[in-house]
């Protein structure tokens, strides 16, 4: 089982110009969600989507944007990627239910020069 | 505003049993959820809790009172293997997770 997938693994990037980080999941989970982590500080969320069709703005959502036209995808663009957007992203899913935890892809290692 | 607070770095040694400590000041409480993050890996669900008191798992117990917002998580007969950190994270009254820093561990022979 796959699980949650991301693409590409690492990615060096001029500032100015765009990006699409890819998420896919195989677990039919309804809701997915954007992190970047930093070293020193916590998981800050991006964008989330609780089910196809809609999506949330994060603590962190400014110069990102995400769509969910399935229950499997969920892709995170950079329009104008800034050096502050250097960063681990990690994309995330978890079934209906409080108690459900959330399960992580292996991450995308985003350098912006 | 909404804040979790975690120590940055403990060591242990192996075989012994450490504790780490989570507090926390949220918008609503829908339960707290512990993580283990290896270098460079992505983080992995290790336990939730929702009502007062212990829950073990293996080696591994989380304890939470939500009076006092706080919870531990104890990590008993320690492999070189937990070295990792380990990270506390909240689910507020709208069901996000709020996560804190994180702790790192470090374990000695």
């Known amino acids: 089982t796959a699980g949650i997938t991301q693409a590409p693994t690492s990615q060096i990037l001029a500032a100015g110009r765009s990006m699409t980080l890819r998420c896919t999941q195989d677990m039919r989970h309804n809701a997915m969600y954007w992190y970047r982590q930093d070293l020193g500080l916590g998981l800050r969320l991006i964008h989330y989507s609780n089910t196809a069709g809609t999506t949330g703005k994060g603590e962190v959502p400014d110069g990102y944007s995400v769509s969910r036209a399935n229950t499997d995808d969920f892709p995170l663009t950079l329009a104008s990627a800034v050096p502050s957007q250097t960063s681990v992203y990690f994309c995330?899913?978890?079934?209906?239910?409080?108690?459900?935890?959330?399960?992580f892809g292996p991450g995308t290692r985003l350098t912006v020069l | 505003g909404q804040n979790i607070d975690q120590p940055t770095e403990m060591t242990a040694t192996e075989g012994a049993i450490v504790q780490i400590n989570c507090t926390y000041q949220t918008s609503g409480f829908n339960g707290l959820f512990w993580y283990q993050q290896h270098a460079g890996e992505a983080p992995t669900f290790l336990s939730y809790?929702?009502l007062d008191g212990l829950e073990e798992k293996g080696r591994f117990s989380s304890f939470l009172s939500r009076s006092k917002g706080y919870s531990y998580l104890l990590l008993k007969e320690l492999q070189m293997k937990d070295s990792a950190s380990y990270l506390c994270a909240v689910k507020d009254s709208n069901y996000q997770l709020i996560w804190g820093a994180g702790t790192k561990l470090i374990i000695k022979p």
């Open positions: 809790n929702v």
């Open positions: 995330a899913s978890s079934g209906q239910g409080t108690s459900n935890e959330q399960f």
